[in-house]
């Protein structure tokens, strides 16, 4: 075996940085709501915030040692890019139908960060936590077959039809979660969702509401140039 040195890795890392904020470009836009779940440390935040300039991002992490790194990073990023972007860390899993207990969030997103959630505390639906809020993205990563689980507790935001969904796809079947990927492609389906491959994750997009959204800023456009 071969061990290459710090610096041999280096430019194939930077390769692999340039490719991923690249991608992320298509999906990310400089004003917008986030949300991260299963961030891990938060090692996807650091390359969106290069390009998100003014929101909120709301990472969410229920294993309590990643969950102390992922609240220094986001602390640390904030005050490196010196953005408009508040980063929320949050103590908590997803999933379906299991704490539909709403935290103390009065509708208002910055509350979020003051409600107490505590790192042991049951699971909570994407639905619960944020259809008042109706964030721009919600990424799903390291899920390893409960992807289908999280997105079933995300029932009311796929309805609204406004959320892009960006998910790390995995063909793990479990018991609690999907079967095989066409079980999730078929829900996502049921809602108008469907996949656009975005470097190693699949990017799901309502049509309608996506092309609704494209014709209403044609028609700003051409008012403001009239």
């Known amino acids: 075996m071969v061990n290459e040195s710090p610096q041999e890795n280096r430019p194939s890392n930077e390769r692999l940085e340039k490719e991923i904020v ?57 005050r490196l890019f010196d953005n408009k972007v508040s980063m929320y860390a949050l103590p908590i899993a997803i999933s379906e139908k299991v704490n539909v207990a709403r935290p103390n969030m009065a509708g208002s997103s910055a509350s979020l960060n003051k409600a107490g959630l505590d790192i042991n505390s049951d ?26 689980t999280i997105l079933k507790g995300a029932r009311n935001i796929l309805a609204k039809g406004r959320t892009k969904f960006l998910i790390e796809a995995n063909e793990w079947p479990d018991c609690d979660g999907q079967n095989s990927l066409l079980e999730l492609h078929n829900f996502m389906r049921s809602f108008g969702y469907y996949p656009r491959k975005i470097h190693s994750w699949t990017l799901f997009v309502n049509r309608k509401k996506s092309l609704l959204s494209r014709v209403k800023k044609i028609g700003r456009r051409l008012l403001i140039g009239s």
């Open 123 to 148: 699971p909570y639906e994407l639905d619960t936590l944020f259809e008042p809020i109706n964030p721009d993205l919600i990424k799903i990563t390291n899920a390893n077959g409960k992807e289908l």
């Open 22 to 78: 690249h991608s992320l470009r298509k999906v990310l836009h400089s004003e917008m709501t986030l949300v991260d779940v299963n961030a891990n440390k938060g090692e996807w935040l650091l390359h969106s915030s290069k390009i998100i300039k003014k929101g909120i991002i709301y990472a969410l992490e229920p294993e309590p040692t990643n969950f102390t790194e992922l609240k220094s990073n986001c602390h640390r990023w904030m």
